[in-house]
């Protein structure tokens, strides 16, 4: 059975995004991202050599496996399109989220962008019909986070959480949980610099818990 799974990084105080695409906010994304990109299995999704062959590399792959189609913000894809470039990273239909409707865009590599305007909830269900056995993911950004929280359409939020507080941004993506949604961690594991991933799954309530986020509390 599919399942509709939020996955994001964020800072320590909640914070998962700039407040605008100038400089300084791209600066942002990438300390939020920053852990990835030395990754070998995620290099090589980016077409790039090299990297770490690391524990954190191999859960990356089994990651990017699971899923199928992709439910993005516009925010997000603004932000992204003009340097995911012609073979984007995706390799799946990506369903942009919005109010502003366009046609359809298809890119090399499988990735296609199709542009909702009924919704979180129909770019899920557009999404889910195309998912096969996989699942589907909700990468971002803070917007389509919290949309989907309220919207009750999440099965699991696996959040990466790194060690820095910001005190300014976009944030929080995780403002869909209330205080006594969460539990116990379903699963947590180190990331690199000292940051935490921590996985919840859905069940007749949410089973996990992220003690390193105040926004979680």
Not at 158 to 179: C, E, I, K, Q, Y
Request: charged share 20%; with cysteine; aromatic share 10%.
């Amino acid at each position: 059975m599919t399942k509709i799974v939020l996955a994001m990084s964020m800072f320590f105080d909640g914070v998962a995004g700039p407040e605008s695409a100038d400089p300084d906010g791209m600066a942002l994304f990438t300390a939020i991202l920053g852990w990835q990109f030395p990754l070998a299995t995620w290099r090589e999704q980016q077409g790039q050599p090299g990297g770490e062959d690391s524990v954190d590399s191999r859960v990356w792959a089994s990651n990017f496996a699971r899923f199928g189609p992709q439910v993005i913000g516009r925010r997000m894809f603004d932000y992204g399109y003009p340097n995911w470039g012609e073979n984007p990273p995706f390799h799946a239909p990506v369903f942009v989220v919005t109010h502003r409707g366009q046609e359809p865009i298809s890119k090399s590599g499988g990735t296609s962008y199709t542009f909702v305007t009924g919704g979180i909830e129909d770019g899920v269900e557009q999404a889910r019909a195309l998912a096969g056995s996989r699942d589907v993911l909700l990468a971002g950004g803070v917007s389509i986070a919290q949309q989907a929280l309220a919207a009750g359409v999440v099965d699991e939020v696996v959040l990466h959480v790194v060690p820095m507080v910001l005190g300014s941004g976009d944030g929080s993506a995780s403002s869909g949980f209330t205080r006594t949604d969460l539990a116990a961690p379903a699963d947590r594991r180190r990331i690199p610099g000292g940051g935490l991933g921590c996985r919840w799954r859905r069940g007749e309530s949410w089973a996990g818990t992220c003690l390193s986020s105040p926004a979680l509390r």
